[in-house]
C-alpha cells in the first residue's frame, strides 16, 4: 500500500541576511498574503534585503544566478539539507528538516491543503483534507506543527479548502468541496469550545473549487463555487446562520472552469471575480454590479495548448492594485494579469518547471515584497519567483520527495517568512522545513 506525506518549508530565508548595498535604504516594507478563496495568510514586515551582489542565493543544495527577470540553475555541492535543527543554526539560505517527522494519525491520502488562524494565536494552522477520509488541523506553533487532530470526515474526493467565519457565531469555519455529485459542500462550522458541527450543502453540480466571500453584498459571506463538468459557476447565497440558498449559475461558455478567486478588481465596490478555464483555456472576469448583479463577462483567451487551473489574486506591486496569476499546466508556466486597479489588466506570461499545478504568494525571503511559489507537478518540485517591487530577481528550485498534489501559503511558526504547506504522495508523515535566520 502506498503511503502518504505533506511537506512543510518554513521561512526559506533566501539569502535573507545579504543586503544589496544599491538598496540599503530602502527601509521596512509590510504585505499581506495572496487572496484565492482557498488562501487566507497573516502579514509580514521587515526590512527590504536582497540577494547577494553576484546574484546568488543558496537552497537545498541548488544554486540560482540571475539577471533581470532571468535565471538559470545548476545543482550545488551540499547536497540535501542537514537533517537536525537542534544543531546550530545553519548559515541564511540554508534549510534544514527536523530529524523527527510528524505522523498523520491514521491512514491519509492528503489532497488538499490549507493554512489559516483558527485558534486566534496569530500563527497558521493547517488544514488538511484526506481523500476518503478525516479532515486533519495541525496547530502551529513556534518552529513547528502540532499533532494533527481529527475533526471529521472530508468526504469522498475533497479537492479544496476555504476558511470564513460564516455563521457569526464563534470562530472560523471550514468549508471542504468534494467532487461528487449531491453534497459535495462539507461546512464544519466551529462551535466555540474546540468541536465543529458537520452541516452538507448541494450545490447542483460538481465541485473544482471554493471561494468564500460578500457577493450578494449581504452580512454573511457567500459561498462561490467553480463546477467544470457543469461548465458553470455555482453561487451559493447566505440567507443567515447556516442557511444557503443556490442562485442562478453563471454560465462559462465552452469554459469548464476549474479555479475562482474573488476580490475587488475594478475600484468601484463589491468584490468581483476572476475565473481560469481549462476547456476554452481562458481567464474570466466578471464585475460585481451590486446587490449580486454581475457585468458581461470579460475574457482573455490563452493558447490552446494551455490548462488553466490553480488561480490567485496579488498585488504584487503592492499599489493597492490587484492583480490575477494563474498557472499553466498545458505549457508549464505562469500567467500575470497586472492590474490598474480600474478594472484593466496587462498580461505576462513565463515558462517554470515541467508541468505546474499548484501556486501560493507570499513574502518568503522577508524583504518587505510579494514572491510567488508554484508546485510543479513532474518535476517533483516548488519553484520559488522571487521578486522586488513585482519584478522577477530570482528564481530558486526546491526538490520535493514525490509529486506534490496541493499547496498552501501563511504564517505558521511565528517569523516574519511566509511558510508553505505541499501534499505530497509518498508517506503518511509530515515532514517540516525550518529555515536559516
Not at 458541527?197 to 453540480?205: A, F, K, N, R
Request: aromatic share 4%; net charge negative.
Amino acid at each position: 500500500m502506498r503511503s502518504r506525506r505533506l511537506l512543510l518549508v518554513v521561512g526559506l530565508g533566501l539569502a535573507c541576511s545579504y543586503p544589496n548595498p544599491a538598496y540599503e535604504d530602502s527601509g521596512p516594507v509590510g504585505g499581506s498574503d495572496a487572496s484565492q478563496g482557498t488562501s487566507v495568510g497573516g502579514s509580514s514586515e521587515g526590512s527590504t534585503s536582497l540577494p547577494p551582489a553576484d546574484g546568488s542565493s543558496t537552497l537545498w543544495g541548488a544554486t540560482t544566478t540571475t539577471t533581470m527577470g532571468e535565471a538559470s540553475e545548476e545543482l550545488g555541492e551540499s547536497g540535501p539539507p542537514p537533517s537536525g535543527c537542534d544543531a546550530p543554526p545553519p548559515p541564511p539560505g540554508v534549510v534544514c528538516q527536523q530529524p523527527d517527522p510528524v505522523d498523520l494519525s491514521r491512514e491519509c491520502d492528503p489532497r488538499p491543503v490549507f493554512v489559516a488562524d483558527l485558534d486566534g494565536d496569530a500563527l497558521g494552522d493547517v488544514i488538511v483534507g484526506c481523500d476518503q477520509g478525516p479532515l486533519l488541523v495541525l496547530h502551529g506553533e513556534p518552529g513547528g506543527l502540532g499533532a494533527p487532530q481529527t475533526i471529521g470526515e472530508a468526504g469522498p474526493a475533497p479537492v479544496d479548502i476555504a476558511v470564513a467565519q460564516l455563521d457569526g457565531e464563534h470562530g472560523v469555519d471550514i468549508v471542504v468541496v468534494d467532487d461528487v455529485l449531491g453534497d459535495g459542500v462539507r461546512v464544519f462550522f466551529d462551535e466555540g469550545d474546540g468541536t465543529y458541527t458537520l452541516e452538507s450543502y448541494d450545490p447542483g453540480g460538481r465541485p473544482a473549487s471554493v471561494a468564500v466571500g460578500a457577493w450578494y453584498e449581504n452580512p454573511l459571506p457567500d459561498l462561490v463555487i467553480a463546477d467544470p463538468i457543469g461548465g458553470q459557476i455555482v453561487r451559493m447565497e447566505s440567507m443567515g446562520p447556516r442557511v444557503y440558498q443556490v442562485g442562478f449559475p453563471l454560465s462559462i461558455l465552452a469554459g469548464h472552469p476549474h479555479d475562482v478567486a474573488l476580490g475587488q478588481l475594478d475600484g468601484e465596490g463589491g468584490i468581483d471575480m476572476a475565473i481560469a478555464s481549462q476547456t476554452a483555456a481562458k481567464l474570466t472576469v466578471i464585475f460585481n454590479t451590486g446587490n449580486g448583479g454581475e457585468s458581461q463577462p470579460l475574457e482573455f483567451p490563452d493558447a490552446g495548448t494551455v490548462l488553466p487551473n490553480r488561480l490567485i489574486l496579488d498585488d504584487l506591486e503592492q499599489d493597492g492594485s490587484l492583480d490575477i496569476l494563474y498557472t499553466r499546466s498545458g505549457v508549464s508556466g505562469l500567467k500575470v494579469f497586472r492590474g490598474d486597479g480600474s478594472g484593466a489588466f496587462v498580461a505576462q506570461a513565463t515558462s517554470y518547471g515541467m508541468e505546474v499545478r499548484g501556486l501560493g504568494g507570499g513574502d518568503f525571503d522577508a524583504d518587505g515584497h510579494r514572491d510567488t511559489v508554484l508546485a510543479d507537478r513532474a518535476g517533483n518540485a516548488l519553484i520559488f519567483v522571487m521578486r522586488l517591487g513585482g519584478e522577477v530577481m530570482d528564481t530558486v528550485t526546491v526538490p520535493l520527495d514525490g509529486s506534490p498534489w496541493s499547496i498552501a501559503t501563511g504564517m505558521i511558526d511565528g517569523d516574519a517568512m511566509t511558510d508553505v504547506v505541499v501534499s505530497i504522495e509518498g508517506s503518511n508523515e509530515l515532514v517540516v522545513a525550518l529555515s536559516g535566520s
